[in-house]
Nanobody, 125 residues
Framework: QVQLVESGGGLVQAGGSLRLSCAAS????????MGWYRQAPGKQRELVAT???????NYADSVKGRFTVSSDNAKNTVYLQMNSLNAEDTAVYFC???????????????????WGQGTQVTVSS
C-alpha cells in the first residue's frame, strides 16, 4: 500500500497564500506522477496541477500564474504553492500519486494509484 498525507490547508483571506504538501510513504519503488486536484461543494473533482518525475508540469487555466507545483523526488513529496487566492479556490484539495510499488517477498513491481484524504482550503473574501 502507498499512503499519501496532505498538510498545509487552512483559512486565508483573499489575496493571501498557502503552501500545501503531500508526502507519499509505503513500499514505493518509483513515483512517475504526482498532482493536486480539488473539489468544491456541489462540484466535481477537478485537476489543479500535476508534475511528472521528470519535472513536466501541467496547470488548470484557472490557476496558471498563481499556483506552482513542485516536487522533491528523494522525499516522495509534492508541493503546491498557492498565491493570490480568491474565493473560487475554496475547496478540499486532494493529492494524487501514481507509480510502482514493491509487492511480496520478491518485491515485484506493481502499479499503484493513490489518493490522499484531502485538506480543506477556505478563502474568505
Amino acid at each position: 500500500q502507498v499512503q499519501l498525507v496532505e498538510s498545509g490547508g487552512g483559512l486565508v483571506q483573499a489575496g493571501g497564500s498557502l503552501r500545501l504538501s503531500c508526502a507519499a510513504s509505503g513500499s514505493i519503488s518509483s513515483i512517475n506522477f504526482m498532482g493536486w486536484y480539488r473539489q468544491a461543494p456541489g462540484k466535481q473533482r477537478e485537476l489543479v496541477a500535476t508534475i511528472t518525475s521528470g519535472g513536466t508540469t501541467n496547470y488548470a487555466d484557472s490557476v496558471k500564474g498563481r499556483f506552482t507545483v513542485s516536487s522533491d523526488n528523494a522525499k516522495n513529496t509534492v508541493y503546491l504553492q498557492m498565491n493570490s487566492l480568491n474565493a473560487e479556490d475554496t475547496a478540499v484539495y486532494f493529492c494524487y500519486a501514481a507509480g510502482l510499488r514493491r509487492v511480496g517477498p520478491a518485491n515485484r513491481p506493481t502499479d499503484f494509484r493513490s489518493w490522499g484524504q484531502g485538506t480543506q482550503v477556505t478563502v474568505s473574501s
